[in-house]
């Protein structure tokens, strides 16, 4: 089918609750995507950061066509090797917790919340999180991402949420009380602008979570898997959770979440507590370990942090050359570029000249590429970037 085409089909049997750009994607190659008219596109935010190895990585595709002739999915009252292994392996890279599997990061934080509920007592029923922050888009979730923008049509949201500036310690210290069940928050905000947290904020939340009896919970849907450089973003800030969230770029580009919790919280969570009909299915799964195993034979996670200081300095330099850029900011491959106006326009214009970035909070250029990105890619990029605000100054 032709572009218009595929659109019109999409028109007709398709919900619109999303804003499509007008490209019907065919192809997806390590760092690049094509369109259905042959366009080749430099992909800097790949599957809105899920492809985090690049597209169909080698491995990943390898270990797909291995499980998919032997068993796609067994429900969860049997034992599946691939889900062993895959909570075996994220267990050894972050602080040796006990993995609940479901599909999205949304599903993840909804498992935390009611996790930390589980764990705590019927007394404490109050979260407290981060203005900025951005955790989903069920009831639970959305009422947890503090932006009224993603509240609007849906009031009144779940009662006990208690929103709090990002980085504010002495707004944190207020806010809690013997209520609160747990803090969740974001070590990098992605969604939020790129907006990273202090080691002192991060470190205040795992104090006063200690002293109140409540739960220290990090969404690193967006920080995880690497992208950061390390494994996980909490590793960057010299403090450990009681439960980490994980999605996006886990499986490769397939569906997988995952909620990691220390050992005597997780046994909180028992038989009809809360479950997940696809979770930790066995494609999921054997994509969720190729992905590990190609980070680290493939040194990925060395080449995130190289590759992300080598970015921001780039930046840096274009900040220099156009007033439109007011600062850079972020950790590794986890980047954004706060601009003096609104970033569509820059988004639309450098798609056009084959580059694929985002904006998000309106004015924030945000740029994940995949952790197999060069240097060579990378300057591609900034050169297209630079093109299209040379034409905008």
Request: some cysteine; overall charge negative; glycine content about 10%.
């Amino acid at each position: 089918m032709t572009t218009q085409e595929t659109i019109e089909l999409f028109n007709k049997y398709v919900i619109a609750n999303y804003g499509r750009l007008p490209r019907v994607i065919v192809k997806g190659e390590g760092c690049y995507m094509y369109d259905v008219d042959g366009n080749k596109i430099l992909d800097m935010f790949p599957g809105w950061a899920v492809s985090g190895i690049g597209h169909c990585h080698p491995r990943v595709v390898e270990a797909l066509r291995k499980q998919a002739g032997e068993l796609l999915h067994i429900d969860n009252t049997f034992y599946s090797e691939q889900q062993g292994e895959l909570a075996k392996l994220l267990s050894e890279r972050a602080f040796g917790g006990k993995c609940f599997f479901c599909n999205s990061g949304a599903e993840a934080n909804e498992a935390a919340l009611k996790l930390a509920r589980l764990y705590t007592s019927q007394e404490k029923y109050k979260f407290i999180t981060a203005e900025g922050s951005f955790h989903g888009r069920t009831f639970a979730t959305v009422t947890a991402t503090a932006q009224p923008k993603y509240h609007e049509g849906f009031l009144p949201l779940l009662p006990g949420f208690v929103y709090v500036p990002f980085n504010d310690i002495s707004a944190l210290e207020s806010a809690f009380s013997d209520e609160v069940a747990a803090v969740l928050v974001e070590p990098i905000q992605g969604e939020g602008g790129i907006n990273v947290a202090t080691a002192e904020y991060l470190q205040a939340i795992r104090r006063l979570c200690d002293e109140k009896g409540a739960v220290m919970i990090l969404d690193e849907v967006q920080t995880g898997m690497g992208r950061t450089g390390k494994w996980f973003g909490y590793q960057h800030f010299d403090v450990e959770p009681d439960i980490i969230t994980m999605a996006k770029a886990l499986g490769g580009g397939v569906a997988i979440g995952a909620m990691m919790a220390r050992g005597e919280i997780a046994a909180s969570l028992v038989p009809g507590k809360h479950a997940s009909t696809f979770g930790g299915n066995c494609l999921a799964c054997a994509a969720g370990v190729s992905v590990i195993k190609a980070i680290e034979e493939d040194n990925l996670l060395e080449n995130a942090a190289e590759l992300g200081q080598y970015i921001k300095d780039k930046l840096e330099q274009l900040k220099q050359k156009h007033s439109m850029i007011d600062s850079v900011r972020g950790i590794g491959l986890m980047i954004g570029v706060q601009l003096n106006g609104p970033g569509k326009e820059i988004v639309d214009k450098c798609l056009e000249k084959g580059l694929r970035i985002n904006c998000t909070n309106n004015t924030v250029l945000r740029l994940m590429p995949a952790m197999i990105a060069t240097k060579d890619q990378i300057d591609q990029a900034i050169e297209i970037l630079d093109t299209v605000m040379k034409e905008g100054d």
